[in-house]
């Protein structure tokens, strides 16, 4: 009986010893939890990026340097994450001998404007959405970049295999628990079998106290011995059942643990398959990256925005600087003919305030209009220069005549838009004719002012072939942006050819016809 206690001893510190191993596993899965957080925290502020710190040149400067060809080169002028007209001052000084646009076609020159502003417009949107892109490419590029430097120092490390290695210690903490449990399971069947011998003892016991009792049976009552044989043997049964329960009552955990070792390993086999084809996914993402960064400065391809953004900016330019001549042209137009103060934009002015400055002069021309009148005004050349000077002229083939503005009545800004010409003449022939507009011309402006303007850079009127007016013949005309807008008022000049095509001498003239087609306000 001595002997079975000691070993009983003996199985409880071995179940002590592999129930203390069986924690230090827990700790040590403990740790290595923590350092994959750690690990993650790690990777993730890696591959963070904060912009805050750099100014919008600096930001240019940075990708230019990492990936040169995503960008415009910085000597091109191209004006990175700016708007696309902040570099127009310079060009504009340049180009001091801006084109020589004729006031007087104020309207065609607001509209033409209006124009290539609104293509200016599209071209600013599409400027920003490629450097959106852009910059999303520099982002990504970046930060697959770095993802990588950190993903190889984790496979350097070994760190990058680390649901592997739980996978592995979880195997061993099942194998250590399916040992405790079997351990614990010869700890049982040991006091199951010491308990056996306690009942052979207690058996003897029992015969003993049965023989005492019969001993002293004169002095004790029977009743008291059956009670105190049943109490024993109820003490036996108990103790046996209680053994066999703590036996069986391993066995589940056994099981659970066998079953859960075998998990663990298949997790590990399935782990060291997808390791490496997580490895195969990495290299291929990076040879993606590779790749794009190349497709980038491939040309003719829509990946390409650096040719992109030069082509787009070009273009802008050319059209920023055809809108920005006409608005100065119009300008004038606004301030010499209608009498409205409209000084352009600056030189450095913004799209959207060119935008604005167009849309206020539509805005006070649709005021206007509601006074406009277009109309058609017809002289006789004759009428106009005088009898005597009619006939000096149809002698020397040139003439000279007035138009007041008392030949419009109460009408204002008289402008011309086109002109028509035929002949009285007892003549089949035809006359070339040119009638030069006046050189120092008066204007009466909307508001009842009178301005002298000059028009002496305007060409002739010239018609080719001026002949009578009947059935089936069509009056010479003559129009173009030339003489759009043009005053009317002042000293005319013409000059007639000596002979017809027929031949026929200017003596044969009677008379010259000439219509205005006329815009005004009332």
């Excluded at 083939?397 to 109460?410: I, K, M």
Aim: aromatic share 8%.
């Amino acid at each position: 009986m001595k002997c079975a206690t000691i070993a009983a001893i003996k199985q409880k510190r071995l179940v002590d010893m592999l129930l203390r191993e069986l924690a230090l596993m827990f700790v040590w899965l403990s740790s290595l939890y923590e350092l994959k957080f750690r690990t993650e925290v790690v990777m993730e502020r890696d591959t963070s990026y904060s912009l805050t710190h750099l100014d919008l040149d600096s930001l240019a400067e940075n990708i230019r340097k990492k990936i040169p060809t995503l960008l415009p080169e910085k000597e091109s002028g191209y004006p990175a994450f700016h708007a696309p007209e902040i570099f127009q001052q310079a060009l504009l000084d340049k180009n001091s001998t801006s084109p020589d646009f004729s006031f007087f076609a104020l309207e065609q020159l607001l509209e033409e404007a209006a124009t290539l502003i609104s293509r200016c417009a599209e071209s600013r949107e599409l400027k920003l959405d490629l450097e959106s892109k852009a910059l999303d490419f520099w982002l990504d590029a970046e930060s697959m970049e770095a993802q990588e430097l950190v993903k190889r120092k984790q496979i350097a490390a070994g760190e990058f295999s680390l649901p592997g290695e739980i996978n592995k210690l979880e195997v061993k903490l099942h194998e250590t628990s399916e040992k405790c449990f079997n351990e614990a399971k010869k700890c049982r069947k040991t006091a199951e079998d010491i308990r056996n011998d306690g009942n052979s003892v207690e058996r003897e016991r029992v015969k003993l106290s049965g023989a005492v009792a019969s001993l002293s049976a004169f002095t004790n009552f029977p009743q008291v011995r059956q009670a105190a044989e049943d109490l024993a043997k109820n003490t036996m049964q108990y103790e046996l059942v209680s053994a066999q329960a703590d036996t069986h009552s391993t066995t589940p955990s056994a099981i659970l643990h066998s079953k859960m070792k075998e998990i663990a390993e298949s997790k590990l086999k399935y782990e060291a398959v997808n390791q490496n084809a997580r490895n195969e996914l990495f290299e291929i993402e990076s040879d993606s990256r590779k790749k794009r960064i190349s497709l980038a400065s491939q040309p003719g391809i829509g990946m390409n925005f650096r040719e992109r953004m030069r082509e787009n900016q070009a273009l802008f330019e050319r059209d920023f600087r055809s809108a920005y001549y006409r608005i100065i042209a119009a300008s004038k137009g606004f301030e010499s003919i209608l009498g409205i103060p409209a000084p352009p934009p600056t030189s450095n002015a913004s799209l959207s305030e060119c935008i604005i400055w167009i849309r206020d002069r539509a805005e006070e021309l649709a005021r206007l209009s509601e006074r406009e009148i277009i109309t058609c005004v017809s002289f006789s050349v004759r009428t106009l220069c005088g009898i005597q000077e009619w006939d000096k002229g149809m002698a020397t083939g040139t003439l000279s005549f007035n138009v007041l503005a008392s030949h419009f009545g109460n009408l204002k800004c008289v402008r011309l838009r086109s002109v028509r010409s035929f002949v009285k003449a007892n003549a089949q022939g035809a006359w070339c004719i040119e009638f030069h507009l006046p050189a120092q011309a008066e204007i009466i402006r909307p508001d009842g002012t009178t301005l002298k303007l000059s028009q002496d850079n305007s060409g002739p009127l010239w018609f080719g072939s001026v002949t009578t007016r009947g059935y089936g013949k069509k009056d010479a005309s003559c129009g173009g942006r030339s003489i759009i807008g043009r005053s009317l008022l002042g000293k005319w000049d013409v000059t007639i050819s000596q002979h017809s095509d027929e031949g026929e001498p200017l003596s044969f003239l009677d008379d010259i016809k000439i219509e205005f087609d006329i815009s005004a306000y009332r």
